[in-house]
C-alpha cells in the first residue's frame, strides 16, 4: 500500500452520532490502518460509534460531550462547558502519554469533534475535517478557520467553508468514504443470494434505516404496474418501523411474493447495490456515496424535511453528472414518476450510461484520496 508518510502515524478521528459520520470515518481509517499507521477513535460509549468502532478493532477514547439545541439556547452554556473540560482533559492526556499524542487530528463533522479539534489547536497539531454534507453541520463551521485541510464531499460546500472563515487552498474535494464491506460488493454474489438471473432486471428499494413511508406507500401503488414487466425482480427494503404497514398495503400472493423480496432492511448493501440494475432511494449523504462508488443508476427522491433540504443538492451531485434522475417527494404520485421509473426499467442503454457517468465520479477512490491528504498534513509539517 503506497503512503505519503515516511513513517507510521498516530491518527485521532472524532465521528459520532450517526452512521453518516461513523461510516465515512470508519472507511479512512480502514484505509490508514492499511497504509500502516495507528488509528485512535474520540466518541461517546453510548452512542453509535461506541459500537461500531470497537467492532471494526480500532481503539476508542470515550469522551463526554452535550449537544446544543438551537430551539433551546440555553442548552448552548452547558454544551460549551463540556467541551472546555474535555479539551483540558485531552491537553493533560496528550502532554502526558507520547504514545496517544496524535500526529494529526481528524474531525468528521459532529459535536463530538470539538474538544479534541480544540485540544489539536491547542498543542499545534495540525487538524483536517471532513464534511459530508452539501449543508454543513456547526462543528465544522465553527472549527474551520483553523483547519489545515476541510475535505468536502459536495463541490457546492466550498463557498460555504470560505464564508465560516476557512482559506481557499484548504478546501479540497475528496468525495465521501465509503467502507470497504460495500466498496468489495460482488455484483454475481448479490443476484445468486438473491436467485435473480442475468436475464431479469433488478430493482432495489430503500428509504433509510427507519425507512420512507411515502416511498413504501407509492410502490405499493405500482405493485401491479411494475409486476407486469416481464424479467422485473424488486428487493424492497422499508426500514423496521413501516415494516408490517408495507407488507399488508403490498398483500402479495406466492407468486408475486416470488419477485418482490419485501423486508425491513438489508444486510450487505454492498452486494445488493452491485447486483442492482436500478436503485430507487432517498439521497442522504452515505446513501449518495455509496450508489457512485458501486456505480448504480438511481433514481432518487430527497426527503423533503431534511435541514436545509440537503437531500436535494446530494442528489444533483449524481444528477449533474448523469447518473441520475430526481423527484420531488411531492411529485412522485404524478404519473411522470412511474413513467420514468418504467422507462429506465425496460431501457439498459440508458441505465448503462448512467453507470458510466457515475464510474467518472471516482467515489470509489474517495477512502484513498483522503488518506493521501491527510498524510500530506504531516509530510508538509
Known sequence: ??????????????????????????????????????????????????????????????????????????????????????QRRLVKAFRADSSLRPDVVVGFGAYVELPLVRAAHQLGIP????????????????????????????????????????????????????????LVGDRTHGRAAEGVGEDETLLLVFGGSLGARHLNE?????????????????????????????????ALDDAEAARWDVRPYIDGMGD???????????AGASTIAEIAALAAPSVLVPYPLATADHQTTNARYLVDAGAAVMFADKDIDDDAFSTELVSLLEDPARRAAMRTAARGLGQDRAAEALADAVEGLVSQD
Open 1 to 86: 500500500m503506497t503512503t505519503k508518510a515516511d513513517r507510521p502515524l498516530n491518527i485521532a478521528i472524532a465521528a459520532g452520532g450517526t452512521a453518516g459520520h461513523v461510516n465515512p470515518a470508519l472507511a479512512l481509517a480502514e484505509e490508514l490502518r492499511e497504509r500502516g499507521h495507528h488509528v485512535c477513535f474520540f466518541g461517546q460509549t453510548r452512542r453509535l460509534e461506541g459500537r461500531l468502532v470497537p467492532e471494526a478493532g480500532f481503539d476508542f477514547f470515550p469522551v463526554e460531550v452535550t449537544g446544543f439545541n438551537r430551539t433551546r439556547p440555553w442548552t448552548l452554556v452547558t454544551a460549551l462547558v463540556h467541551v472546555a473540560h474535555e
Open 127 to 182: 487538524v483536517a475535517l471532513h464534511e459530508q454534507n452539501s449543508v454543513p453541520g456547526l462543528a465544522n463551521k465553527t472549527s474551520a478557520k483553523g483547519a489545515a485541510l476541510i475535505a468536502i464531499a459536495q463541490p457546492s460546500v466550498r463557498e460555504v467553508f470560505l464564508a465560516a472563515g476557512a482559506r481557499d487552498e484548504v478546501v479540497r474535494f475528496t468525495g465521501n468514504p465509503v467502507r470497504r464491506s460495500v
Open 218 to 250: 407509492r410502490m405499493a401503488g405500482l405493485k401491479k404496474q411494475l409486476l407486469d414487466l416481464p424479467g422485473l425482480r424488486v428487493v424492497h427494503s422499508t426500514g423496521a418501523a413501516d415494516f408490517e404497514a408495507t407488507k399488508a398495503a403490498l
Open 272 to 282: 445488493m447495490l452491485a447486483a442492482a440494475d436500478l436503485v430507487l432511494s432517498r
